[in-house]
């Protein structure tokens, strides 16, 4: 989905620092959360030249990065 | 937190299999995301023996996993 500028419209839900105790973080030590409304939206979102510029600088200054994109099914509690 | 069975009270927020176009996945193929009220309540919960037994046996099925815990801050969007 895009806005009237072509900023593709997301949410950045939320972003921390590792805390775990399991020490399974095998090196990585921070996360970052978005949503999109669709798949589409996503594939719009890594073309779109404002990421790829932020993504090429953020990216300079991570030694290592693992992206999943994934349809979140529900389970219950 | 505690129920009275002493079964670690969080909810499993979604699962699901990495469809990320970006080939940045490093290997992993699916994601569990949890949710917890306290550091605490995750600590509970990796201890408790039901869970360490269901995790000797899923782990075992897989080639690699990674745990990050965060208390997550929201940004704007």
Known sequence: ME???G???HILLAR???????NLHQGFAHIFESTF?????VAEYIAHPAHV???NLFLSHLDKV???D???T???S
Request: glycine residues 6%; aromatic residues 6%.
């Open 3 to 5: 806005e009237a500028k």
């Open 7 to 9: 900023v593709v419209k």
């Open 16 to 22: 921390g620092r590792d805390v775990s105790i399991e």
């Open 37 to 41: 409304e669709s798949t589409e939206g």
């Open 53 to 55: 510029e932020f993504a």
């Open 66 to 68: 693992l992206v999943i």
């Open 70 to 72: 994934y349809k979140p």
């Open 74 to 76: 529900t389970l219950r």
